[in-house]
């Protein structure tokens, strides 16, 4: 079997990487060739593979997924594509949307086409529970219509309905995940998690958006990599599955659970002027995924963020040239 990665340099593409690479009851490792395809933006991270880069199972190739002659030459012989490139940081959409529609619509829609043409028999898609925009009670179902905020979350939205149309159109075997916060090791320190985490250990202040309302769902990274292979495995073709951790906090509930965990007070944190067009509360039902693939996450909430705040206190050395790195990149 031969599976390619799109961004898996990142942190939800390693992370999967390595479920693939350390083996699963379906996929084993016999036979097993994983190919990584990542442009490293400022966002990917070699270091991040850092464990698994003798592994002769593994092939890593530098590049676009716009790239279509690189397509060309990488997809002869792939059974399976897992797409998890994207760039994907709301405030970057907002402030320059470019990079957000070339790499998550017409990047999609490049892999897709070289799909059908080298005959790939799996396809699935990585997206997010943003594409639903803001629900203000009760959770979405996957036949939701989409109405998605700012530019990522329309781009991705546009990516979703490109992979289904190919599906459609094409007879394609895709599948889609959806899902809500992932938080957890190696994760770039310009999201919340890693940025709170990171400038708390070094006695920095914290920004928290308006009045720290907004809710969303958490879910530990490994829980959701073990979603998408399910979906992979199991998915039925065209279908869309919402991955949930189960677990709602306000950001200010979340700011406090990290204060505590770095030793912080609330005298670490300011207040700035709320993101446009911020979505107040995102809740998926993951019932069918329940349902169809016995998924279900494995990582309660407080245990999985006391042990990443010990991740990225114990790694500085990870983590501080990427956040110089997302200060440049700003």
Not at 70 to 98: C, F, K, M, N, Y
Not at 302 to 317: C, E, I, Q, S
Request: charged letters at 25%; proline letters at 5%; aromatic letters at 6%.
């Amino acid at each position: 079997m031969h599976v390619l990665v799109t961004g898996g340099a990142g942190f939800v593409g390693s992370h999967y990487t390595r479920l693939l690479l350390t083996g699963t009851p379906a996929t084993g490792s016999a036979g097993l060739t994983v190919t990584v395809l990542d442009k490293l933006t400022y966002a990917g991270n070699p270091a991040n593979l850092a464990d698994l880069a003798a592994d002769p199972r593994l092939r890593f190739h530098r590049g676009d997924i716009t790239d279509r002659a690189l397509l060309d030459a990488l997809l002869p012989g792939v059974d399976t594509v897992v797409h998890l490139a994207a760039e994907s940081h709301v405030d970057r959409s907002i402030e320059d949307g470019d990079a957000f529609v070339r790499t998550n619509v017409l990047g999609t829609q490049a892999l897709l086409d070289a799909a059908v043409r080298h005959g790939v028999r799996k396809f699935v898609h990585v997206s997010t529970d943003e594409v639903y925009g803001s629900i203000e009670r009760g959770s979405w179902p996957e036949t939701d219509p989409l109405r998605p905020s700012s530019p990522y979350a329309a781009s991705k939205a546009s990516s979703d309905l490109l992979v289904l149309a190919c599906h459609r159109t094409h007879g394609l075997d895709v599948s889609i995940t959806r899902c809500s916060n992932n938080y957890g090791p190696m994760q770039f320190p310009e999201k919340i998690v890693p940025l709170f985490v990171t400038r708390l250990i070094d006695g920095l202040t914290v920004p928290l958006y308006g009045d720290g309302g907004n809710v969303r769902d958490w879910l530990h990274v490994e829980d959701h990599c073990r979603g998408i292979e399910l979906v992979r495995t199991q998915g039925r073709p065209g279908e869309v599955y919402n991955l949930g951790g189960g677990t709602e906090l306000t950001n200010r509930e979340l700011t406090g659970l990290l204060l505590e965990a770095c030793g912080a007070t609330w005298d670490s944190v300011r207040r700035v002027a709320d993101r446009k067009g911020h979505d107040v509360r995102y809740s998926v039902d993951w019932g069918k995924a329940r349902r169809e693939l016995g998924y279900r996450p494995h990582h309660d909430l407080a245990p999985g963020l006391a042990a990443t705040v010990r991740w990225y206190r114990d790694n500085p050395d990870w983590w501080r040239p990427l956040r110089r790195r997302a200060a440049a990149a700003a």
